[in-house]
């Protein structure tokens, strides 16, 4: 029997009891909102989505749905310090089209990295991380130079496992460890510059989204057919997408290029 919008707003009502939180649907929309009585801060979720889901997967599905939205709302909820965190925090690659504020219309805090991407940072909480905005940062008295120096240093501590793959003469090695910050490796230097000095040909890397980044050592022009069709499909992927577009890496330069089949990169 089919699942209707009544019959999953149900199981959600039994899923999101808690007296803190105020649970409403809007029929209208298909939407149904998880959200603190005192903030009125929350979670919308959309139901014809969790419906599709429960289909293919059963009660999983609404057992992954109650865990992702519960901590996403513990975390609306809690005050966060910095002090004595140091280790835990660590900066993470978004799209230049990213979010420069929260919902609540705090800013967050980044800094410009390429054409292509920022760099914003976040205190990691175990199972997942919130980003610090510019009041978290006020308060705690911290400046933004200092909250980066720490955010880098602690990314260069995170373990660089790559698997290797020879495609046409060309080395492609992907790290992909899914403890949130594969991308971030982007901005470890020191593995760049190895990569670089080890590299046959030319040096590009990509950050297609959050959960891999792919350096390539390009020795012939297939080479660059060849990552920018491997970049666009990880990009149309990913969970959260950051950009089809790969970049040289060059006098410790990253330059995006647009690369047209056949051809060399257009910069």
């Not at 513990?74 to 910095?82: A, F, G, R």
């Not at 992927?237 to 990169?265: C, M, Q, W």
């Amino acid at each position: 029997m089919k699942m209707t919008t009544l019959k999953m707003k149900k199981k959600l009502d039994e899923l999101f009891i808690n007296e803190a939180w105020r649970v409403s649907f809007l029929r209208d929309k298909d939407i149904y909102r998880v959200e603190w009585k005192d903030t009125k801060q929350g979670v919308s979720i959309q139901i014809p989505n969790v419906i599709t889901k429960y289909e293919q997967r059963g009660n999983k599905a609404l057992d992954e749905l109650q865990f992702h939205v519960s901590e996403s709302l513990k975390m609306m909820h809690e005050e966060h310090e910095l002090d004595g965190k140091e280790k835990n925090i660590f900066p993470v690659i978004r799209a230049t089209s990213f979010p420069k504020k929260t919902k609540a219309g705090i800013k967050l805090v980044y800094s410009e990295h390429t054409a292509e991407t920022n760099i914003y940072y976040a205190l990691d909480l175990g199972t997942t991380y919130q980003l610090i905005d510019e009041k978290m940062l006020e308060e705690q008295g911290w400046t933004k130079e200092r909250l980066r120096e720490i955010s880098i240093f602690n990314l260069r501590s995170l373990d660089i496992d790559s698997k290797k793959d020879t495609v046409a003469g060309n080395d492609y090695y992907f790290i992909a460890t899914q403890d949130g910050y594969d991308a971030s490796r982007i901005l470890n230097e020191s593995y760049l510059e190895e990569m670089k000095a080890n590299a046959l040909g030319e040096l590009v890397v990509a950050v297609p989204h959050q959960d891999v980044l792919i350096v390539a050592d390009i020795q012939n022009e297939t080479g660059y057919d060849i990552i920018a069709q491997m970049n666009m499909k990880f990009f149309a992927e990913g969970r959260v997408p950051i950009t089809s577009l790969p970049f040289v890496y060059d006098n410790k330069h990253l330059e995006p290029i647009f690369i047209l089949a056949k051809n060399k990169p257009k910069k």
